[in-house]
């Protein structure tokens, strides 16, 4: 290993150095940065290897909106002065009143996909079409190497905000199935793909994902389409003043400190606080199934809850699924595409197998080992961090894959950073007794 550290310390010793970078320009770093960028000579650098600013690009369709308050944007709970706030970008962008005046509960989310391509231009620290293929410890410092394997810039610290991809059921593993689509290709793909409006569809999950390619197929006219769903209902988010609690700086500190088996449990009882479906999301569909029947006296959608889908394959120019029912035995759907929304799981870290065999994973999952301040535990923890936002639901609870505490978790890394409190996150007149 020795030698290895002495063969890539030349070459590294080149390249740009940064105190602080980060991998990934979504929200997560994205909040990180603007929070803490002021903080750390040259600003945080965010490594991302779109070409430029997207936010889940292929799921902005019209009338999809954020299902956390504009308030908790990418620094306003940790420091509500700060010039990235959203109301900043309103003002900046000249379209407060408008805005305003549209007079939303909820904001779209193409607003939002918006708000944080404004950030991070303002920021200036983004590199686009940069893919972090492997992250080393060579020399003192962290070594970043790009697509083509070659190192192309060095770090003191560096933070993982690599987010999410679509996530299958087993039996899609490593199989490409013509006629199946990811939900977040579907308009690309209906783009390109001759279909009848008469035609079958079926759409795979039953979240809000799931719900929305069943409305954006409803609104292209699709008049045969089933909807597969493994809970018994096609269930709502939980967003009751007592479910919002769990999404609390207070509420965070005492999960942390809870045994692992019970922030399981916990995590488990708690997901419709988190990946439920709008109701506003539900009501439309069920309303446009509804009026589509007093016109035409058929239901256009066929909701089809309690189904596992278990096996799939190509029947003569279609799609064939069976799904495990509940209540016992199996059934067969086809159709000429079926929509997948099944989920989302972490992206993989780029570690080198040197940096992985210096870090503390977990037995079970192979998961870094991720503290309250969300560093990794690893060997030159003392002088070198790495931190990882995004991947730690049973750690860090619910919040963790959400927008609701962005803000916080940045604050709580930059503290961490910094080794001083430059944010200072409060959460008083908190009437639930947790603990
Ligand atoms: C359609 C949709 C809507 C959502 N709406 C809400 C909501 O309303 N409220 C809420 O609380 N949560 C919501 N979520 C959940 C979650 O808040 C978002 O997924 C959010 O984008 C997570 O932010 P992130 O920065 O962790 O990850 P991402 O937004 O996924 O960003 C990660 C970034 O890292 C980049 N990247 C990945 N690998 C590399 C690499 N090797 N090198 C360089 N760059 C890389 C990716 O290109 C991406 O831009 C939503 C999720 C989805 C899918």
Redesign the pocket.
Known sequence: MGDTLREQDGPAAALPHHAVVG????????SLAALGGDHVPGGIVL????EGP???PG?LRTG?????SWIKDLVSLADPCNRFSFLNYLVSTGRIYAFLHAQYESIP?LE?ARYLGWAAKELGTVRYG????AVDFAGGRFVLSGSDGSPVATADHVVF????RPDLPPCFAGRQIAGVVQA?NLDQYLSTVPSLPYEQVIVVGGG??GAEAVLGLLQRGFRDIRWIGRRQWFAPMDESPSANDFYRPTYLRFFQGLPQAVRERYVAEQTLT?DGISMATLQQLYQVNYEAYLRDGRSPVMMLPGRNVVRAAERDGAVALWCERDWGGQERHAARHVVMATG?RA?PL?LSDRLLSMMETDAASGEPAVESDYSVRWKHSETHRMYV??RSRLGHGLAD????L?AVRSAIIVNSLLERRVFDIKDEQMNTVWA
Do not use: D, K, M, Y
């Open positions: 991998l990934g320009a979504g929200p997560a770093n994205l490594f991302e290897r779109r997207a936010w889940h799921l999809t909106q954020l299902q956390t989310r939002f940069s893919c972090i293929r905000g690599l987010g999410t977040e809000q994902t988190s989302r992206a780029p936002q995004n894959p959400n927008l609701s962005l």
